[in-house]
């Protein structure tokens, strides 16, 4: 089968398609159809991820296809949505089963391979992490984005309204799109616009750097501010001072670290997320499709933080 293999740590580029040997092992066997591509993936062409598989390896976590054969409660032909880990650049993998889902009808593959770990990410991160209620005011970094749109999307099928941070007038087009109530610009005013339109209850930033003060200040009191990650490069600091004047909080939101000790939540939040999408609220964007001969430019429209939505591979 074909494949994308990294086999050198040195950027998008070490990127290279191999004809493999088809994976085996327990779980559900997926023929892709299309492959999620994520921030993570950049990390790894340069050994900078915490997983560092042994050279050469297949990246990709996320994929959606069908499934080839009747086992573990599917049956062959149908179609899923799959959290692999690793292997997901290929044209088949082997899926663990409580990881794979079916995919509804009102979703095509390429909406499937940005399901999981988006949308797990950004339910994990307003209701387990951000405890966000119906009529709150959340306000998202990166908001075009596939952390940001899946954030945006659930935060709105929660029923709380959303600001939504960008930089530039097509994300902005990608961020009303996802169904944002405002948005807002990245180019250091939209702290004050924030507070003009109310301020946060909840700030989403999976980006870091130097914006993370300003999401502080953007807090109503008992506001959160939840970490996703840092597609900024810099990790910020807290000075803690800031939280015991509105009585703040500043939580992580792990979700691939937190699974791994509670499982349950899986399938709870794959639940949740079912009914988001039957209500219409989910609808993942898909901002670019690539070849599998086009990988290494799929990598470095992410590692540019040109993309919007989500970005795939279709094998």
């Known amino acids: 089968m074909r494949a994308i293999q990294i086999v050198e740590l040195g950027g998008p580029e070490s990127l290279q398609l191999a004809d493999i040997d088809e994976p085996t092992g327990e779980g559900v066997m997926v023929d892709v159809r299309a492959c999620g591509v994520s921030f993570p993936e950049v990390l790894q062409t340069r050994g900078l991820y915490q997983l560092k598989p042994e050279l050469p390896f297949v990246p990709g976590s996320e994929v959606a296809g069908v499934v080839r054969a009747d086992g573990h409660g599917f049956k062959a032909g149908d179609r899923v949505a799959a959290f692999c880990m690793l292997g997901g650049f290929a044209e088949t993998v082997v899926a663990p089963a409580h990881f794979t889902f079916r995919l509804p009808d ?50 709105k099928g929660l029923g709380a309204r959303v600001l939504a941070v960008v930089s530039s007038d097509e994300k902005e087009a990608v961020a009303r799109e996802a169904g944002a109530d405002e948005v807002l610009r990245s180019d250091g005013s939209w702290k004050d616009a924030a507070k003009a339109l109310g301020g946060a209850d909840v700030v989403i930033d999976p980006v870091g750097g130097d914006r993370f003060t300003d999401s502080l200040r ?87 933080r040109g993309a919007t939505g989500k970005v795939v591979l279709e094998p």
Do not use: C
């Open 106 to 155: 009102a979703l095509d593959f390429a909406q499937g391979a940005g399901l999981v770990l988006n949308y797990h990410t950004a339910y994990f991160s307003l209701v387990d992490r951000g405890r966000v209620q119906a009529g709150e005011t959340v306000l998202v970094h990166g908001a075009a984005g596939g952390v940001g749109t899946a954030s945006i999307q659930v935060a």
């Open 218 to 304: 953007s807090l109503n009191m008992d506001g959160r501010l939840v970490v996703v990650g840092f597609t900024a490069g810099a990790i910020p600091e807290v000075k803690v001072n800031r939280l015991l004047l509105n009585n703040l909080d500043v939580v992580g939101a792990g979700w691939g670290a937190y699974i791994t000790r509670r499982p349950e939540v899986i399938a709870r939040t794959a639940q949740a997320l079912d009914a988001l999408i039957e209500s219409g609220h989910i609808r993942p964007i898909v901002g670019a499709r690539f070849g599998f001969e086009e990988a290494a430019a799929a990598l470095e429209l992410i590692d540019g």
